[in-house]
Nanobody, 119 residues
Framework: QVQLVESGGGLVQPGDSLTLSCAAS????????MGWFRQAAGKEREFVAG????????KYADSVQGRFTMSRDRGKNTGYLRMNSLKPEDTAVYYC????????????WGQGTQVTVSS
């Protein structure tokens, strides 16, 4: 089992930046990929960014491309999501999840961290 803990959320103004962290513990040797997802009030959870744990591939949702950057530190078993030029529509609870196989679903969700972008 892998446990995930997200942190770094907060209340910011439009145009500000935030960096979210996703700390993994437990069987981190099983991590194949990590992803960030978000869920706004009244909406479905949506994909934001994802990477292979070996760093070979990173993908972004169109809505965040060019503004968000995902990275990871394998030595710390931690993934990051740097969010620049934040917009009110980025307001959501952000979750990280992992894949343990190439075609597996994301799972082992953390508790989420709230990001609120408001003036």
């Amino acid at each position: 089992q892998v446990q995930l803990v997200e942190s770094g959320g907060g209340l910011v103004q439009p145009g500000d930046s935030l960096t979210l962290s996703c700390a993994a513990s437990g069987r981190t040797d099983r991590i194949y990929g990590m992803g960030w997802f978000r869920q706004a009030a009244g909406k479905e959870r949506e994909f934001v960014a994802g990477l292979l744990w070996n760093g070979a591939l990173i993908k972004y949702a169109d809505s965040v491309q060019g503004r968000f950057t995902m990275s990871r530190d394998r030595g710390k078993n931690t993934g990051y999501l740097r969010m620049n030029s934040l917009k009110p529509e980025d307001t959501a609870v952000y979750y990280c999840g992992i894949q343990v196989t190439p075609r597996g679903d994301f799972g082992s969700w953390g508790q989420g961290t709230q990001v609120t972008v408001s003036s």
